[in-house]
């Protein structure tokens, strides 16, 4: 087990103290809890405003949660920033919009390479690693000198990936990492991350709106609404026999 998840939840204080007798705090995600095997996927789906965003940032410690989130034996939300910082390099975030998330004025090779900086690495080592991260992610070492503006989206959300796998993680958290893309460049990517998952035998949490996306690469399911788990199943079972209306629904939009 890679990551376990107990009774994890976010809550974000309200401002208004005018109806004291309520309340004074919004419930951004009620408690929920989930185990992750080594070399999994676990699909997290709902629409806008669900809590699939919020759940990835709480997982990677990027915002406050009440819970246990225990990663290869440590409960993250014991540990102060600076017992943290080792074990980041472990657990990787990969965004939406990658060009937002790429420097616009460093090239391919100081974004692949950044995290390194955690790391005393000679120079030609460096390089090195730079280039087995691109190979990785099927790009070749020329695109080292290009910058984010002169990449697609396909081969930037690439980008976004050799910088996360240079520093060897177990678990990336990808959000919505295939919603900016065309459906064929989406395929590519999908099945780039089925290999990648298969060769490094790295875990993902994936985020998405988009089932059909879901169902190629996760072999778990966990439907969230309004920050409450609707249901959490196998893949196959959920799409085959889904427990409630509100993932029917999903499921039936996302077939159009």
């Known amino acids: 087990e890679v990551l376990g998840v107990h009774h ?64 290869l034996g440590e409960n993250l939300n014991q540990l102060k920033e600076s017992q943290l910082r080792p074990i980041r390099q472990s657990i ?44 990785k992610v099927e790009l070749t070492p020329a695109f080292k000198h290009r910058y984010p503006h002169q990449l697609s989206g396909g081969q930037r959300q690439r980008i976004a990936l050799a910088r996360a796998l240079i520093l060897q993680p177990k678990l990336i958290v990808l959000d919505e990492p295939t919603s900016a893309l065309d459906r064929t460049t989406q395929r590519a990517i999908v099945k780039l991350l089925r290999q990648l998952q298969a060769d490094e035998h790295i875990s993902y949490v994936f985020i998405s709106h988009d089932l059909q996306v879901v169902r190629a690469l996760c072999q778990q399911v966990m439907v969230l609404k309004h920050g409450t788990v609707m249901e959490f199943q196998d893949t196959e079972t959920l799409f085959v026999s889904p427990q409630t209306d509100y993932t029917r629904q999903l ?6």
Do not use: C
Request: proline residues 4%; charged residues 15%.
């Open 92 to 135: 990787q975030m990969v965004f939406q919009d990658p060009f937002s998330s790429l420097n616009p004025r460093m090239n391919v090779a100081q974004i692949v390479g950044e995290g390194l900086a955690l790391k005393r690495v000679a120079a030609h080592e460096r390089e090195a690693l730079i280039d087995a991260a691109l190979e």
């Open 251 to 256: 499921i039936q939009a996302s077939q159009y």
């Open 8 to 71: 994890l939840s976010v809550k974000y204080p309200l401002q208004n103290r005018l109806f004291w007798r309520t309340q004074n705090y919004f419930s951004a995600l009620a408690p929920l809890s989930f185990q992750l095997q080594q070399g999994n996927t676990l699909g997290i789906v709902g629409e806008s405003g669900s809590g699939k965003s919020t759940l990835a940032l709480a997982i990677t410690r990027l915002i406050e949660s009440d819970g246990e989130i225990v990663f």
